[in-house]
C-alpha cells in the first residue's frame, strides 16, 4: 500500500525567499507523482505532473523533482509571494496509475 | 469547458436522511472518481470508474453508493447518512496521458454536515 508523507505540516517564511516542500512515499513503482495546491475552503488546482522518466518539471517560480529511488520529489518554489500562502498536497498513485494516495499537506504562509 | 462541477456546494443532512452529491466533466474523460477530506488525514478514496457502466472500491466505500451510466456524471449517494460522514467531499476526473499517466482535475467540492 502507498503510503505518502509531508514534512513540516506547516511553513512560514518572508516574502521573497526560496524553499523547499517535502514529499515522500513508501512504492517507488510510480508512474507519476502530482502536487497540488489548495486555498482555504477551495477545490485542489493541479500545479505539476512529474512523469517517472522525468527527474523534473518546471511551471515558472515552481520546480518539482521525482527520486525514485529514494521515494522523495520536493517542490521549490522561488522568490516567494503572498499570494503563494496555500496548502501544498503532493500525491502518488496506488494500484495501478489512476488512484491516488495524498500526504497530509504542508500550510505555507508567505510573511509579507 | 467548465471542467469538474459539483452541487450542492454546501449540505447539511440530519442523521438517517440520504442524498446524492453530483458530480459532470465535460472534458471526456474516462477515469472519475470520489474522494473525501478530513482534517488531518489527507483525502481518501471513496469509489471511482474507469468508464461508464465501470465502478470499483477505494479505500473508505462503506455507506456510499455510485453508477456511471454516462461518460459525464458519477453521483455520489450517501444511503442513510451518518455523523461520521461530515466531510468536504472532491470529485475528481483524469485520462491516460503521454507516458502512462493520469493528471487528475478536481471539482471545487461539496461541504457536507451530518447532525
Known amino acids: 500500500k502507498q503510503e505518502v508523507t509531508q514534512i513540516p505540516a506547516a511553513l512560514s517564511v518572508p516574502e521573497g525567499e526560496n524553499l523547499v516542500l517535502n514529499c515522500s512515499f513508501t512504492?517507488?513503482?510510480?508512474?507519476?507523482l502530482q502536487w497540488f495546491r489548495q486555498d482555504p475552503g477551495k477545490g485542489l488546482t493541479s500545479l505539476l505532473l512529474?512523469?517517472?522518466?522525468?527527474r523534473e518539471q518546471t511551471s515558472g517560480r515552481l520546480n518539482a523533482s521525482l527520486d525514485k529511488s529514494s521515494g522523495r520529489s520536493t517542490l521549490y518554489i522561488a522568490a516567494s509571494q503572498p499570494g503563494d500562502s496555500a496548502t501544498y498536497l503532493c500525491?502518488?498513485?496506488?494500484?495501478?496509475?489512476?488512484?491516488?494516495?495524498f500526504g497530509t499537506g504542508t500550510r505555507l504562509t508567505i510573511i509579507p | 469547458n467548465a471542467g469538474v462541477t459539483q452541487t450542492p456546494k454546501f449540505q447539511v443532512l440530519k442523521t438517517g436522511q440520504s442524498m446524492t452529491l453530483q458530480c459532470a466533466q465535460d472534458?471526456?474523460?474516462?477515469?472519475m472518481s470520489w474522494y473525501r477530506q478530513d482534517p488531518g488525514m489527507g483525502l481518501r478514496l471513496i469509489h471511482y470508474?474507469?468508464?461508464?457502466?465501470?465502478?470499483d472500491q477505494g479505500e473508505v466505500p462503506n455507506g456510499y453508493n455510485v453508477s456511471r451510466s454516462t461518460t459525464e456524471d458519477f453521483p455520489l449517494r450517501l444511503l442513510s447518512a451518518a455523523p461520521s460522514q461530515t466531510s468536504v467531499y472532491f470529485c475528481?476526473?483524469?485520462?491516460?496521458?503521454?507516458?502512462?499517466?493520469?493528471?487528475?482535475?478536481f471539482g471545487p467540492g461539496t461541504r457536507l454536515t451530518v447532525t
Open positions: 475528481a476526473s483524469s485520462s491516460l496521458g503521454t507516458g502512462g499517466s493520469y493528471e487528475q482535475y
Open positions: 512529474i512523469q517517472s522518466s522525468q
Open positions: 500525491a502518488a498513485p496506488y494500484f495501478g496509475n489512476e488512484k491516488l494516495t
Open positions: 470508474s474507469v468508464g461508464a457502466g465501470i465502478t
Open positions: 472534458m471526456n474523460h474516462e477515469y
Open positions: 512504492d517507488s513503482a510510480i508512474y507519476n
